[in-house]
């Protein structure tokens, strides 16, 4: 497990990580998505023990990375985004010199050597030198070495940047393999690939947590209404009529027909309760086919852009209303000096 509290990294003037705290439990797989500057590298770099931080703890299963960092960092597997390669190294020198300085005992190095190749299949590149390689098996070499030592938790950051899609697919299913047996922390400004293997979702912008939780937890805290599209084989006003007499629509949008004889209407409600049920039900009774219903569910990068969206404008506005309360305060004690001076 990982506890972070109250994390705070600045460089100068500029704020990187600002007041995040998050916990990461066992056996899940964790996407960590923000923006490019979000902070997401930083706070990486700080967990695994490469940065310190301005304030804040970082607790890795039970151990302070700044006050235990030798104990806090068995714990951990690290793939940068540029992986810490070797080039004039074999594939299998490489990771021999890793389980040395992970320092993995003799007589088990051989064994989880052999392992890590074949969880990652690069087995048969083990005497080529890591240069002849391609990027993709470059990326399985990286991820080979955070393997050694088979620690609990396993951060990747950017894990897929710069690969063709064939090899983004062959990662991504080595990253669900790999979470049969380890935690992971994968941190992405990609979309897909956040949805494409995480149980658990933090979204950061401007160093600061805006939102967390699984998936399906995103969607229902930003989805506030359910839209559903009809097309029904009747005329507008018996549509309008039946629908006047469901429950909960808030409001009706009509499109343009692409079926001659049918009507075609978007359906918004309160997402209490699913209201094709009703829709259903209410159409069936008139008799009025429905020959499509779909409704429209938000896409991760729809949660993405609306929670980072919204941050952004309570920071600007907070800005502004300390900014005009300045202006306040300075105008206010201007005119006790007029007021003094008569």
Same mark, same amino acid.
């Given at each position: ?85 070797? =080039?004039? =190294? ?253």
């Amino acid at each position: 497990m990982i506890e972070v509290k109250n994390l705070v990294k600045k460089y100068g003037n500029h704020t990187a990580v600002d007041n995040l705290s998050f916990t990461v439990k066992d056996e899940q797989v964790y996407g960590f998505l923000g923006p490019n500057g979000a902070g997401k590298s930083t706070t990486m770099n700080i967990i695994i023990g490469y940065l310190s931080a301005t304030e804040g703890e970082v607790i890795i299963n039970g151990h302070d990375i700044f006050e235990e960092p030798e104990e806090a960092k068995k714990c951990i597997g690290y793939l940068p985004e540029l992986p810490p390669l070797y =080039m004039d =190294m074999t594939v299998k020198e490489y990771l021999q010199f890793v389980a040395e300085l992970k320092k993995v005992p003799k007589k088990e190095r051989a064994e989880q050597i052999e392992k890590a190749m074949q969880m990652t299949n690069i087995t048969d590149m083990q005497k080529r030198l890591i240069k002849h390689l391609s990027k993709g098996y470059k990326q399985r070499v990286g991820l080979a070495q955070a393997i050694i030592g088979f620690p609990e938790i396993i951060i990747l950051d950017e894990p897929t940047v710069g690969l063709d899609p064939k090899q983004i697919i062959e990662i991504r299913d080595l990253i669900k393999k790999l979470s049969k047996e380890h935690t992971i922390i994968l941190s992405s400004h990609i979309m897909q690939e956040i949805s494409a293997v995480c149980d658990h979702i933090l979204i950061i912008n401007k160093g600061q947590l805006v939102a967390e939780g699984t998936p399906e937890e995103l969607a229902e805290m930003t989805q506030g209404t359910q839209e559903v599209t009809l097309r029904v084989k009747a005329q507008k006003a018996t549509v309008e009529t039946i629908l006047n007499s469901v429950k909960d629509i808030h409001r009706k949008e009509y499109l343009e027909p692409v079926e001659e004889n049918t009507t075609e209407v978007v359906v918004y409600a309160q997402k209490q309760k699913d209201i094709r049920v009703d829709l259903f039900k209410a159409f069936a009774a008139q008799k009025a086919p429905i020959l499509s219903m779909s409704s429209y569910s938000k896409s991760l990068e729809d949660i993405f852009l609306e929670v980072t969206e919204d941050h952004a404008n309570k920071k600007y506005l907070a800005k502004e209303e300390k900014q005009t309360d300045k202006i306040k305060e300075t105008e206010e004690k201007e005119e006790k000096q007029e007021e003094s001076e008569e």
